[in-house]
């Protein structure tokens, strides 16, 4: 019997962050000396005292079917979050505990989405926006964030993508791969437009304590309580307590919004792990100290790379605000070493150089590769050796 796979899975693409991640593996598994900058997660363990408390939980007995939508007790913890760090009030029924940040996306589009509804989505995006829009029957519609305006659209832009099907529009700051921050007066205007248009604003903001220098993240959501309602806010525990694994993400609304969700999580998942809404209770009621050390230890990484990296022939890049990627344009490189595309010239750098990059085509910016710095040091520096030496030699 020949199975017939559903049309909604034969339209989509491949994350290229995995495949990259899966080669760089291979080749490693080989013997081949491989520095993999693809990963999207810190290198850091989980904090002790997040993996004591999960264990605790365990020996408790706590190793049952939680609510749906997550453990009261977690659910309370993240409204005192958002108190703290945006000083905006939630309820605990506009929150839902999600399978990680990107299940909250996933089952707000599925709960969002008729079929043709349009999603604005920025480009570059993160791999998996379209692909979700797509699932739930939706059309990715997309807008060039533009590098003379630090990858970011402008609510002129917006305005002029708008059409009678538009549901909502995605923000992600500090953006993944770009690293860059939406400001207050930017998110002011389109917040704006979206009020104007009633137009839903999806935030996602999971690099939000990955943040440097001067520069601080802002919520849309915190700008007024009009926003607020008007938005829905993506976050976990993922990126800020390196808890990749764990799967604990988020997301806080409107009641309507979350409730629908709830109901699908119920026929869906059931319930976030158990056992890692308890480390999630942790992280966010114990000492955040861990948070800092990582942050500061990501912004010295990026301040002795950087200029290395765009010292390499053909690169330019912004130097990112937030997150821990950076997002180099090679297309002048592909030029100068005469490979017709970034994807080419990435598959180079694995085979040759046995560095490990994403082409950011997968991201909406066939232009751009994004390297991780959530490795240490002396592979960082080495890498950036690498990439340099290899260009170097291709020079025509």
Not at 171 to 198: D, F
């Amino acid at each position: 019997m020949e199975i017939q796979l559903a049309q909604r899975v034969k339209a989509l693409t491949p994350s290229s962050t995995l495949a990259i991640t899966a080669k760089a593996k291979e080749l490693k598994a080989q013997g081949f000396d491989v520095i993999g900058l693809g990963a999207g997660e810190p290198d850091f363990n989980t904090p002790q005292h997040i993996i004591d408390a999960a264990v605790q939980s365990m020996n408790e007995g706590h190793t049952k079917y939680t609510p749906s939508a997550g453990l009261p007790a977690l659910k309370k913890e993240i409204v005192n979050k958002f108190i703290q760090d945006q000083g905006i009030n939630y309820d605990p029924s506009e929150i839902i505990v999600t399978n990680g940040a990107k299940h909250a996306l996933y089952t707000l589009f599925q709960v969002l989405l008729n079929e043709g509804d349009e999603v604005i989505i920025p480009t570059p995006y993160w791999v998996s926006y379209p692909e979700q829009v797509k699932l739930a029957g939706g059309l990715p519609v997309y807008i060039e964030g533009k590098e003379e305006n630090d990858y970011k659209i402008t609510p002129e832009q917006l305005t002029s993508a708008l059409s009678k099907k538009t549901k909502a529009v995605i923000i992600n700051s500090p953006s993944n791969p770009t690293g860059m921050l939406y400001s207050q007066s930017e998110l002011e205007a389109i917040g704006e437009v979206c009020l104007k248009h009633e137009i839903l604003i999806i935030s996602d903001e999971i690099y939000e304590k990955l943040v440097y220098g001067d520069n601080k993240h802002v919520s849309i959501a915190e700008l007024s309580p009009e926003l607020k309602e008007q938005t829905v806010i993506i976050n976990g525990v993922s990126k800020s307590h390196s808890m990749t694994g764990w799967r604990i993400g988020y997301a806080a609304g409107s009641k309507e919004l979350i409730k629908a969700m709830t109901n699908l999580a119920s026929h869906s998942t059931s319930n976030p792990t158990t056992t890692a809404q308890y480390g999630s209770i942790a992280a966010y009621a114990g000492s955040q100290e861990m948070l800092l050390e990582m942050r500061e230890a990501f912004e010295h990484r990026l301040n002795t790379i950087f200029e290395n990296l765009v010292a390499i022939p053909g690169f330019t890049c912004l130097k990112p605000q937030g997150a821990f990627y950076l997002f180099p344009n090679v297309s002048k490189a592909c030029e100068l070493t005469g490979y017709a595309n970034v994807d080419d010239f990435s598959q180079a750098l694995l085979e040759e150089a046995m560095v490990a990059v994403i082409p950011g085509s997968g991201f909406g910016a066939p232009k751009n590769i994004r390297l991780s710095y959530a490795t240490s040091l002396d592979l960082l520096e080495e890498a950036v050796r690498r990439m340099h030496q290899f260009v170097d030699s291709k020079l025509k």
